[in-house]
Structure formats: structure tokens, C-alpha cells
């Protein structure tokens, strides 16, 4: 038989197809030639770096690694960031339609009479040396405004909870595609071969109970290796599924099964040349060394007190936010590139005085302490850390409004998060919006401007991490002309 048609045949459906994106011929001989050679003169990467591509960091990084605080639901920026005065006059009156200029409605409030004006009912005060309006639900956050970058003017295209923080998380609103997270430990790698690059955790929380689901995608590695995908940690059970040995298997035995199976993949991988086999034989040795490494991760016995109680009093209940940014913490300084921890319950509709407070409380103290403990250990100039959610919320009231509760629907032109540590300008505020809150009236930021601003911190040029699919170079960050926001880099 022609070589060429032996070697098609071998390959799996999938991976035929994603080479053949190429043209089959193209792809065919591609496939023969010797692989790339392999960098190793770049002077900013970590000896220790294990995986990841060797020609990144594309340029020195200011950060090693990042904490992504992910509010899920779309805390409101109105009651807790962006302060708006003036709106104390406005209330119950309509929302002026040169305001809102025509801007699509969700369903849930597409169908009012009218869009009365909710102001705040919490109050603000200055916070630290730059006076940082901070509202009275985090006064633990307030503590530390001063080594924080606050935007004020981030946006989105998304204005319904499921496309919007695929959008965030992936850089689509479609489904399928790697996450920011994926991407780093793709282009990045580890730099503690016993534990995942990448790893996530959902705590819970007290606000709203019928919280939006979470997906896996949301940390997926989409068309990348299956290695890159975060890995769930559980706060109850076996920290990692599966990690454990069954009954009567001991560790020496699942040594052999490993080594036997390893054997086995790699004659597969020979014969075929999926490069999904070599990823499978990568996470097999990994689930063994982290039987090991999880443990050690998820026992706080050698924390001082005076560390648990920067966390506040929920950092020794297991899942709570508290307890998952100190686990965060030890991830970061084992070298671990990437972690997300996940805070449902954001979405106030109808009981922003009921439901916001406790949301705040959950994760007030735990930010500070997070902050606070990189900082006494020198791991925040390295570690970038983000706080903020999908989109956030609007200026009028979602059903019944009074004095002391109204409701907020979802609002995508405008919203607020947080960025510190590692290459971030501190005790800034960047970005304004109108006096409703409702439009951006100086220095927007998109959701691909975030996005590539984080990938520019740990030394990467968003326009250059790419991944072939289907003939097309994939990015983070899409097509369109975005970049790092320069205005927030120290």
C-alpha cells in the first residue's frame, strides 16, 4: 500500500479531520516530516516550567501565575463599585429613553410598563490613599483598595447569564471552545509536574439559592489537548474523583497497571498518532502523583491561626469561599499556573436587599485575606488576581421597587471588576460610566481587552497564542482588533 494512504488510514477520525483542514494531501505529508524543534534558549522561562509551548513567554512576565475570582450571576456593580449619587433624586422615576438608546431588553423586563429608577440603597465611603468610593457591604475590601485596579467600564456583547460567561470564560459565546485557563497551561505549562496547571473550584454560598448551573466547558480545553482542562477540586468525598485506589488495590499495583497501560498507549500512539493517546498517558501519571500531592494541598493542620483569620471565621468550613481562596493561596505558591474559584448566587432579580449582603459577606473577608496572605509572603507582585463576574446589572428596578428593596436585570454595556498583583497599576480607578450607570462615557474596556490584558501579565501576546482548527488560527481573544489595556499595567 502507498505509505501516504497507510498513514490516513491509521489515523483516527478525529484527528484526520483536524488535520485535513490543511487539505489531505498538504496534511498527509505534513504528518511525515519531522516534528518542530524544540526552543530552549529563552531566558525568561522557568527551568522547572514543565509542558507548555517553548517559545512563551513570548516577553517577561510580571506575573507567574493567576487567581480568577469568578462571581457567577453578575454582582452589581450599582450597589457595590460604582457610585451614583445623583440617582438618590431619580428614584421611581423612568429611565429617560435617550439613556437607554433603543438597547434590547432580556425577556424578564422586556415586558414593563415602565423602568423606574432603583438607586442604591447601601452607602459609600472613600477607602484608602486614592479615596476609592467603596460601598459599605465590603468594608473588609475596602481595607486593601489601594492594591487594586478597579474598572469601572468593562462590556460585553452578551445579555443572557449562559452565552455571557461562556463569552468571558472561553472568548465565545458559542460552546466548544478552549478556556482561559486551558489556554495557560497550553502555552504556559506547570511548574510543579504533581499538580494539574490548571485547577477550579465552585464554592458555596448564601445569596440567591436557584443560582445559575456551571458546565465544565466553562473550563474546558475545547480543541486543545484534553491534558489543558482544569481540574474540579471537591469539597467533600475524595477532593479529585476517582483519585483514590479501590478497595484492595494497593499503590504499588495500580504502579504496575500504570506502567503496563502506559506501555500499551504508547504502542498506540506509534501505530496511529493521536496526540489525544500521549494526553491520556500525561493524565494517568498525573492522577498517580497527585494521590500523593492532593493530600498534602488539602491539609491546613500547619496554618497559624493568625493566617486562618485573615480568612474570616468560614476558612475551616471545606467548600466555602473562604476555605477555597486559602486552598488557592497553597496552589499559587506550589506553582500552579492557574485557579478559578467559581461564586454562584449573584443574580438579584427581585432581592437585592436580601440576597446581596450575604453574597458580600461570603466573599469580602475571603478577597481581603487572599490579597493580604500574598502580599506578607511576597507572592502578589507574581500572582495576578481578577474579581468580577459575566455583565452586571441595570440602574432600573426588575418588579416591585420601594425605599428598601427593588430588583436589577442583566446589563452588558457596563460593569465593574477588579484586577491586583502581578504587573497591575495599584490604588486605581480606570474607566467611567454615566450618571445611570447605563453607558460608558470614557475608557471602555471589552471582555477580549480583560482577557488579553491578563494574558499580558504572564508574558503573553494575545495575537500570538494560537491554536490551528479546521484550517483556522483559534485565539482567546478572536479577531477582532483588541488588546491589553495599557492604562492598568504598572
Known amino acids: 500500500m502507498d505509505p501516504v494512504r497507510e498513514h490516513l ?32 534558549d529563552n531566558p525568561f522561562r522557568s527551568p522547572t516550567t514543565i ?13 507567574k501565575r493567576a487567581i480568577y475570582l469568578f462571581m457567577s450571576g453578575a454582582p452589581s456593580q450599582l450597589d457595590m463599585w460604582d457610585y451614583k449619587p445623583t440617582m438618590a433624586d431619580w428614584f ?21 410598563g415602565r423602568f423606574p429608577i432603583a438607586p442604591s440603597r447601601y452607602r459609600f465611603h472613600r477607602r484608602g490613599k486614592a479615596g476609592t468610593w467603596v460601598s459599605e457591604l465590603l468594608p473588609w475590601t475596602g481595607r486593601i483598595v489601594d492594591d487594586l485596579a478597579v474598572i469601572r467600564s468593562v462590556h460585553t456583547e452578551a445579555i443572557n447569564h449562559d452565552p455571557a460567561i461562556t463569552y468571558i470564560c472561553t472568548g465565545s459565546q458559542l460552546p466548544g471552545r478552549a478556556s482561559l485557563g486551558a489556554w495557560l497551561s497550553y502555552g504556559l ?23 445559575q448551573a456551571l458546565y465544565n466547558r466553562l473550563w474546558g480545553a475545547g480543541f486543545l489537548p484534553s491534558r489543558h482542562q482544569g ?15 479501590p478497595p484492595g488495590v494497593s499503590p504499588q499495583a495500580r504502579r504496575r497497571m500504570l506502567d503496563a497501560l502506559a506501555r500499551l498507549n504508547q504502542r498506540q500512539l ?56 486559602l486552598l488557592a493561596r497553597r496552589l499559587a505558591e506550589r506553582g500552579v499556573r492557574f485557579v478559578q474559584i467559581f461564586h454562584r448566587g449573584w443574580d438579584q432579580h427581585f432581592n437585592v436587599a436580601g440576597d446581596l449582603p450575604n453574597q458580600c459577606r461570603d466573599i469580602d473577608q475571603a478577597a481581603y485575606g487572599l490579597i493580604t496572605d500574598l502580599k506578607q509572603r511576597g507572592l502578589l507582585d507574581e500572582t495576578l488576581v481578577v474579581w468580577g463576574g459575566e455583565f452586571g446589572r441595570t440602574i432600573y428596578c426588575q418588579g416591585r421597587l420601594t425605599r428598601e428593596n427593588y430588583g436589577r436585570d442583566h446589563h452588558p454595556r457596563c460593569f465593574s471588576v477588579w484586577l491586583a498583583g502581578g504587573g497591575i497599576k495599584p490604588g486605581i480607578v480606570y474607566g467611567e460610566t454615566d450618571d445611570f450607570c447605563y453607558n460608558i462615557v470614557r475608557d471602555p474596556v471589552h471582555i477580549h481587552d480583560l482577557n488579553a490584558t491578563i494574558l499580558h501579565c504572564l508574558g503573553i501576546n494575545h ?14 481573544t478572536g479577531v477582532e482588533d483588541n488588546g491589553p489595556v495599557m492604562g492598568l499595567l504598572g
Open 9 to 40: 488510514a491509521a489515523m483516527t477520525r478525529r484527528h484526520f479531520f483536524r488535520r485535513g483542514a490543511l487539505g489531505l494531501g498538504t496534511a498527509a505529508l505534513a504528518s511525515l516530516l519531522p516534528a518542530k524543534p524544540v526552543r530552549a
Open 51 to 63: 509542558g507548555g509551548l517553548p517559545e512563551l513567554p513570548h516577553f517577561a512576565p510580571k506575573a
Open 92 to 112: 421611581d422615576r423612568d429611565l429617560p429613553g435617550s439613556v437607554r438608546m433603543g438597547q434590547r431588553l432580556t425577556t424578564m423586563t422586556s415586558g414593563q
Open 189 to 211: 505549562g506547570t511548574e510543579n509536574q504533581d499538580l494539574p496547571a490548571f485547577v477550579v473550584m465552585t464554592a458555596s454560598w448564601t445569596g440567591r439559592r436557584d443560582a
Open 231 to 245: 481540574v474540579a477540586l471537591r469539597s467533600s468525598g475524595d477532593p479529585v474523583l476517582f483519585l483514590s485506589n
Open 270 to 325: 506509534e501505530e496511529v498518532g493521536d496526540p489525544e493517546t500521549q494526553a491520556r498517558i500525561a493524565q494517568y501519571e498525573m492522577a498517580f502523583r497527585m494521590q500523593t500531592s492532593v493530600p498534602q494541598l488539602m491539609d491546613l493542620a500547619g496554618e497559624p491561626r493568625r493566617v486562618l483569620d485573615l480568612y474570616g471565621p468560614d476558612v475551616q468550613r471545606p467548600g466555602t469561599f473562604a476555605a477555597s481562596c
Open 463 to 476: 495575537r500570538r497564542l494560537t491554536y490551528r482548527v479546521q484550517g483556522l488560527d483559534m485565539r482567546l
